[in-house]
């Protein structure tokens, strides 16, 4: 435990990027378990789109509000334009983009080209979780101050 504390002070990027992949995750299993209650306890007409959009919801909620107070929390780090209603939208706004990338790639890599679709999707999650944080990293969160 000592050693990732050390590891981790050194390298207080890889840290953040650490952190940046377990609210991610843990989004996803909220996703995930969110459009499983719409699916099999609810059961409404469209059960899988009402359950993808609200899973979404409710994981880009999370991330907002944990990419706020946990992950984008360090030297270099401005939280101020996010907490504003601008930055909430385009967090909000990234967020959706990540959503079309992963969307139409699936459509291209599965349905197009007839690639196994967890291939395409492990392949599109990484390009997204990149997407999503050099975009929040740059446009959100990033210092604006300028040095003299």
Same mark, same amino acid.
């Given at each position: 435990?000592?050693f990732l504390k050390k590891f981790f002070e ?46 979404? +919801?409710?994981? =880009? @909620? *999370? $991330? #907002? ?6 992950? %984008?929390?360090? /030297? ?49 999650? +990484?390009?997204? =979780? @990149? *997407? $999503? #944080? ?6 959100? %969160?990033?210092? /604006?101050?300028?040095?003299?």
């Open positions: 435990m000592k050194k390298h207080p990027g890889l840290w953040e990027i650490f952190k940046f992949l377990v609210v991610g995750g843990v989004a996803t299993v909220i996703d995930f378990v969110v459009m499983a209650l719409v699916e099999y306890v609810w059961k409404p007409a469209y059960a899988e789109i009402i359950g993808t959009g609200l899973g979404f +919801l409710c994981g =880009l @909620v *999370f $991330n #907002y509000f944990l990419s706020i107070i946990f992950v %984008f929390t360090g /030297k270099g780090n401005n939280s101020a334009k996010a907490k504003t209603a601008s930055g909430a939208t385009l967090f909000i706004v990234l967020s959706v983009i990540g959503l079309g990338i992963h969307l139409l790639g699936m459509y291209v890599g599965y349905d197009l080209c007839h690639i196994n679709e967890w291939v395409v999707k492990i392949v599109l999650t +990484l390009v997204v =979780l @990149v *997407f $999503n #944080y050099v975009t929040r990293k740059k446009l959100i %969160f990033a210092n /604006k101050e300028k040095k003299a």
